[in-house]
């Protein structure tokens, strides 16, 4: 086995100057790039968003004899087509829909659906079949194709402190920030540098694999350090850590930091119990912190070459339950948001509540339809390699 | 490589590290005495330990109780089956227990992935495992197959003549046993049938319901009969292929990512004509030359629970609040009775990306320093509210052992044999990545500040 040369020098001393060859590559394909062509943003739902309750039917009788309770009163429903119409939290999103900057695609599901939160979960990050176990995410996939961009370790960048299955490759994977300051205090450990510094390029595979993560989180913190303070926006998000999070995407987007792909998370969508006020709540939180992000990237010039997709991993039964809540259902919408939209307002009919299967919503768009035009029209990648088989394409 | 080396790296993969008192007390076992030690432990062992429960009385399933009963009854199981978790991870850490038999069944735990939420089953299949860990393959199915836990995980209850659902039968084969490619969609809805009507009581215990089984004839693998499950897992067995994959498997966790199908087909042979002994492919495993080649070695990544397994043999660590060790193996991507899926851990690099890395590599000095783990985790999907963002890992460690292994070294060696104890990876350790970062006052703070050091290294992620 091979010994490794240490190259010999103080610990502390070198900051510039003695630079092994190895961290000045993997510095050299980074810091150099910038933002090229289109960004995806992903939000995600987590527990399973309500779908009836969020854009809802409201000249559909079945609607409310379903949710006797439940059911948004039709003069509160804040109306966008003929038949459909916004929560009333939503306010703030009308007129983004107004304006043609955002796309509502009903009854997107998969066949066979599972109504357990962390397979079906699972099934939306891996973009599996409802019977088959994949270990990575179609986000990582995409980074494992060899992407133009995607050797930059913060090509798709969750905040978060961890990082979540759709961004997990094999050979790749996203990186996972929530706050910029606290990555680089955490990477600036004197120690892990000084190990960095002393390493050596001739190791075992594992060995290297996690030197060269280690050697890239310390230089992605970096980067993303010095891009989040280039730009401070000057509108003011919600307060929150949802707010929070579109504002760090906008800043660091607004910064043409190398960043394709963002991943951000809201949870608490799980509303068995006492529904109205905590949905209200939630759609408020993300339509008020949507709304100025939009926004926001708009002033900048950004929005018609970002696509911001927001799903979650199921939607909830069609009747309401006994304790004012609903239960775990199957197809849900989906919200596509961008200046560039092809097909605005809502993409398909509204959700037909005659024909249900077991009291739950039959799919009538696969999730790997959008997903595949995501891929091949935004990332530029081939999408059948990356989710294993073909699939029709949408007009996004 | 010497017998130093070769021990630590047994111990490393057929436990989870050397303690520093079973290193003072075996360091000059031949390897082969060390072996033999191994499964007369893990003999001894399976005779006598069922996990007990976590505090006091266990609860099972829901009856008819209340929605507020309900939720506090699913709150209690989910610390228990927490308690079951950590005791687990606890057994594995304790130098006292056997550490082929805790490896074992963690192997078997992946392969046989299943979520289980009520702790009276969870300590139940846990000891099914553990009872089968080392024994007989075909046993170790068919007691899998009539686990409550695994029953409801892969829907068998509802798997009845007059509609078969096919989640087992098909996992059975795809997973646990065969492998893809090695039989058809005909063949999974044949065994389907054979497998209907096996279900399970309230207890969790397994009711063969005569009612709901197809005693009609099936043709599976192009054999017709009046199949029954028994038989389907003895035709998957009869097969060849059985062997290989399970021995694929066992190469991969034990061995090496890489696989080098020789030695796989030797093993595979080995389990096949001794009709599925586990025991005998396991110890083929360790007494083979392989087994200690340098290209095995020091190169496969920790998964969570090794990593603090391994951290808790050696110091002897104890976590005053077991909550922060569920949270870090959350962090981390393990948490045990919580798989992602039936297809278990991925595992390998799989383990890394930028955030565990961070966190791993900084382990060692939270549970040293009782310092804070200043990470947020995903919040449970059924979560209503995010996740605070810090947690205090109280945790005491027991230092003085592994000092006393090292007190009386020269300073000069000490880095070399320090990280030759500590380290699995060969390469040679250089004295000024350290020299600014330890406490050089006294001997103690010397190896305590160097041994955190070494534990912060990359190389520590690996065995």
Redesign the interface.
Known sequence: MKRRNFIKASAIASTSAIVPQFLKGVKATNIERSRQGKNLVVIQFSGGNDGLNTIIPYQNDLYYKNRPSLGIKANEVLKVSENLGFNPAMESLRSLYDEGLMSIINSVGYPNPDRSHFRSMDIWHTASDSNEYLSTGWLGRYLDSNCSGCQSPHHALEVDDTLSLSLKGIAKSGFAMSNPNQLKRISDNKFLKSITHHHEHEHEENVEYLYKTLVDTQASANYLYQKSKVHKTKVKYPKGAFGNDLKQIAELMTADADIKIYYANLGGFDTHVGQKNKQARLLKTYSDAMSVFVKDLKNNGLLDDTLIMTFSEFGRRVQQNASGGTDHGTANNVFLMGGNLKKKGFYNSAPDLKKLDKGDLIYQMDFRKIYATILEDWLDASPTQILGKRFEKIII | MNTQQRLQHLYWRAGFGMSPKGWSSKKKHSTQKAIDELFKNAHQASKRKVVKNGNGIESSEMGMSS?ADKKEKRKQNKIRVGAHNTDWIMRMGNPDESALLEKMTLFWHGHFAC?TKIPEWARKQLNTIRQHALGNFRELVLAIAKDGSMIRFLNNQQNKKRKPNE?FA?EVME?FTIGRGNYSEKDVKEAARAFTGWSSNLKGDFVFKKRQHDFGQKIFFEKKGKWDGDDIIDMILEKRETSEFIARKVYRFFVNEKIDEQNVKYLAQIFYDSKYDIEKMMRAIFESKWFFE?KNV????KSPVELLAGMIRTFEVDFKNTAALIFIEK?LGQVLFDP????GW?GG??W???????LR??LANVLFQNSDL??????E??????NK?KRNVQASVNFTPFYNLFKRENEKLLLDKMGGFVLQ????L?E??F???VIKNNKEDLVKTMCL?MM????Y??M
């Open positions: 929605k979520t989640n098909r997973l340098e020091g190169v496969k990544i962090a992602p899926n039936v297809a991925a690099k799989s890394i990306d930028n955030s565990t890395l961070m590599l900084n200043n990470i947020k985790i995903k919040e999907l059924e979560a209503q509210k995010r963002r990876t060969k390469g040679k250089n000024s990545t020299e600014d970062f050091r912060s290294l990359p190389e992620q690996l």
